[in-house]
């Protein structure tokens, strides 16, 4: 039978509702000019609605991954698309700070299990050459909307108001749903649009088996692991690559929550102007992002080590983001912003696919907990710099600490990566035959 490609399609389904999600996510960042004059919102409040969302995302990125390991990301991403579209709908009846707040926590809430799942698919639906390169296809998914969303959004918020925007993109959730419910299955097992040849590749082995349902197949490949929390929260590697990804976060949440009132107060842009300006940094970054998940695959391929395929791509990206920004504390200029701010969301954003992979490569079994995990410590990366990026402005009338914390961080991640992350010593992988000996 010929090999058919399903597991690209189904990529691309994960890479539209990313585009959705972080489309949905972002979009009060750009209405916030106009929000903040309608409800006279500080500083501080328009970090603590920033905010909000991080705290609804903490709440039920952890517990995400657990119910996709557990339900599968078939139903638990259907729901999840299905609330948080009604949430970012709701958003354009809000009334003032307390209900802004509200919706904004819904939002995050909703939009937990979005990560867990798309790990979840890629573990189940790649075999590990492909995994860097499939996440790097559906994770460029969030530069992009960032990019598009940009000029988007806020030709949406000119020409209808916010409350327009907000309705309008609450409507693509809902079109979204009823394709991924009628052509994803948990496992390609279960697909009948997966040929057996694309199954044996997916699987990476010479037998297949059909007919088994997917409740068994969960059964069997997500048997109980003694001491797999022991590892997931000890691992040196996992430990390091979740602190890396907390800088990431602090990274994305500070750019995609602040850049278009950095540059609107700093410089004094319009709405549109914002919109416009914020394209080269995102573009950018989608860019580098889809490299260097080819990039890394490609590494591993070559070389067979981890270390170099996804450890190096983080702790260089992450120094270059981080030397890239340090001109900015120095010199006010708004070419000079577009240009550092611009290599900084780059680079900051070029390893995202190898965080994910790092999940997989170390625990495909759990990889959904995994990445729960890892997810919370960018949640809460993200509620630190919406709020403390508020107080900090607030506090000192300029960005210039704020930028400053930022490349203090990135540094903090290039050494934590460079001592710690060694994807390849045996003794930082999940060994069941030992862990079962120690119960």
Same mark, same amino acid.
């Given at each position: ?24 996510? @972002? ?27 991080? !705290?609804?995302?903490?709440?039920? %990125?952890? #517990? ?20 948080? =579209? ?34 979840? %698919? ?17 994770? %460029? ?19 209808? $108001? ?32 997966? =040929? ?16 088994? =349902? ?7 490949? &997500? ?25 990431? $976060?602090?990274?994305? #949440? ?13 410089? &004094?842009?319009?709405?549109?102007? %914002? ?16 490299? /260097? ?36 504390? #120095?010199? &006010? ?8 701010? @611009? ?16 999940? /997989?490569?170390? !625990? ?17 990366? $993200?509620? !630190?710099? =919406?709020?403390?990026? $508020? ?11 704020? #930028? ?10 290039? /050494? ?24």
């Amino acid at each position: 039978m010929k090999e058919t490609k399903f597991r690209w399609l189904i990529i691309g389904l994960v890479f539209l509702i990313t585009v959705i999600n972080y489309v949905d996510r @972002s979009a009060i960042a750009f209405a916030m000019p106009l929000l903040s004059k309608q409800f006279h919102m500080s500083s501080e409040d328009i970090g603590l609605t920033l905010g909000a969302f991080n !705290i609804g995302y903490a709440i039920l %990125v952890f #517990f995400g991954g657990l119910m996709v390991d557990k339900w599968g990301a078939r139903k638990v991403w259907v729901f999840a698309a299905l609330v948080w =579209s009604l949430s970012i709908f709701s958003t354009a009846f809000a009334t003032g700070l307390a209900m802004l707040f509200t919706v904004r926590m819904m939002l995050g809430v909703a939009e937990g299990p979005n990560f867990p799942a798309l790990n979840r %698919v890629v573990g189940d639906w790649l075999p590990s050459n492909e995994r860097a390169v499939a996440l790097g296809n559906a994770l %460029v998914a969030v530069p992009l909307a960032l990019m598009l969303g940009g000029p988007i959004v806020a030709a949406l918020a000119t020409f209808f $108001g916010w409350q327009g925007m907000f309705i309008i993109l609450g409507l693509l959730g809902f079109i979204w749903i009823p394709v991924w419910y009628g052509l994803y299955r948990d496992f390609p097992e279960n697909s009948n649009r997966v =040929s057996d040849a694309e199954l044996k590749q997916i699987r990476e082995t010479a037998q297949v088996r059909r007919g088994i =349902s997917d409740k068994e197949i969960r059964r069997s490949s &997500h048997a109980a692991m003694p001491g797999m929390w022991k590892f997931l929260l000890t691992n040196p590697t996992l430990l390091s690559n979740d602190w890396a990804f907390f800088v990431f $976060g602090y990274n994305l #949440f500070f750019f995609m929550g602040w850049l278009p009132t950095f540059l609107s107060k700093s410089y &004094h842009l319009d709405l549109k102007q %914002v919109g416009w300006f914020s394209v080269l940094p995102w573009a950018l970054a989608a860019i580098m992002l889809f490299s /260097v998940g080819h990039l890394s695959d490609r590494i591993y391929k070559n070389t067979g080590s981890l270390r170099y395929a996804r450890s190096y791509p983080i702790w260089i990206t992450q120094l270059l983001a981080a030397v890239s920004l340090a001109p900015i504390i #120095f010199y &006010h200029s708004l070419l000079l912003a577009l240009i550092c701010i @611009s290599l900084a969301v780059g680079f900051g954003m070029a390893s995202n696919s190898t965080f994910y992979a790092i999940n /997989v490569d170390m !625990i495909k079994q759990r990889t959904g907990t995994a990445m729960g995990i890892m997810d919370f410590f960018f949640a809460v990366a $993200g509620l !630190i710099a =919406s709020t403390l990026t $508020g107080w900090i402005i607030q506090l000192t009338g300029s960005f210039a600490g704020a #930028f400053a914390l930022v490349v203090v961080l990135n540094l903090t991640a290039v /050494v934590g990566v460079l001592l710690f992350h060694h994807p390849d010593n045996k003794k930082h992988a999940y060994n069941y035959k030992a862990a079962l000996q120690q119960q």
